[in-house]
């Protein structure tokens, strides 16, 4: 079955006093493209994150938005140089007992010197919280996939509609060959009259000249292809894997076919048919750039 690439789908996932949102659609796109946007927390997960979501989808634009409502566990830890504080120690023990202390100038100033305890801080959140925003990129993934299959089905019923109209004028087309070369023959007869009475071609001049005609202007060829990749395309739509490209092949195959057809076929009735066909394969040219 068709999938669409139009996907929409969010998910909040609780975790301690916080939760964590994701928003995510999906939209056409030749291949696939995911777009993230999340709290430098969550950075040590990213590739995580990329890796879930290429696993449920394959093809598309995603955009992913991220955040984080509430209070975060804290992140910061106090780091201290145990070496230089001793020496440290060792000259402010040295300056006390040389009474060199003031209310300017404390011990305190250089145990607390940033050089010795400074605070870091560590914006990468645990375990805990990865597997939080696995589970919701999961659950937006889970809502993205089922509004892409629900839009496949319109895609692949309206596609199919339009498969049996490009089925029926091929058919019309089918039907319209003998004709196409007795309305040779009879135009021939007519110039050739108009030209010159007295020089015309026996009949079996006449049949030979239109045999050799109708082998050029001859479209069952093209006919018979085009049935095939009719066939084909009904084939693949109903596949159980990304179809988009192969379809997209298919048009262009059936367009080329049409062309060829609509310069072989010169009659009014031919053109019409091949110009309403050719309406159609585009109308289907333009639902298939939105399937996966």
């Known amino acids: 079955m068709a999938v669409s690439m139009t996907g929409f789908g969010t998910s909040a996932v609780p975790i301690g006093q916080a ?4 928003e995510m659609k999906t939209v056409n796109h030749r291949y696939s493209d995911i777009m993230l946007r999340m709290p430098g927390a969550f950075h040590s997960a990213e590739h995580a994150v990329r890796k879930h979501i290429a ?18 566990p804290s992140s910061k830890k106090v780091y201290v140089d145990w070496e230089l504080l001793a020496d440290y120690l060792n000259v402010a023990e040295k300056m006390d007992r040389m009474e060199m202390f003031t209310p300017a100038l404390s011990a305190e100033s250089f145990i607390l010197h940033s050089d010795v305890v400074h605070v870091t801080e560590n914006p990468q959140l645990g375990e805990e919280w990865q597997d939080a925003l696995l589970s919701g990129i999961q659950q937006a993934l889970d809502a ?18 339009r498969l049996f109209l490009l089925e029926d004028f091929t058919k019309q087309l089918e039907a319209r060959v003998p004709s196409i070369v007795e309305g040779y023959r009879s135009r021939l007869e007519q110039r050739l009259k108009e030209v010159d009475t007295a020089n015309l071609p026996n009949e079996d001049q006449l049949y030979r000249e239109v045999i050799l005609f109708a082998e050029k202007i001859s479209i069952a060829e093209e006919i018979t292809r085009l049935y095939a990749h009719i ?40 053109s019409h048919i091949v110009v309403d066909m050719k309406s159609e394969l585009e109308k289907m040219r333009e639902q298939v750039q939105n399937i996966e």
């Open 19 to 22: 939760t964590i949102h994701i």
């Open 55 to 72: 696993a449920g989808i394959s093809r598309g634009k995603i955009d992913v938005f991220m955040s984080i409502e509430g209070i975060l």
């Open 144 to 161: 993205v996939v089922v509004m892409r299959a629900h839009e496949g089905l319109a895609l692949t019923q309206d596609l199919q509609d």
């Open 231 to 270: 066939k084909q395309f009904s084939y693949i739509l109903n596949e159980q894997t990304a179809v988009g490209r192969k379809l997209d092949f298919l048009l262009q195959e059936m367009n080329r076919e049409m062309n060829t057809i609509g310069s072989k076929a010169s009659d009014a009735a031919s």
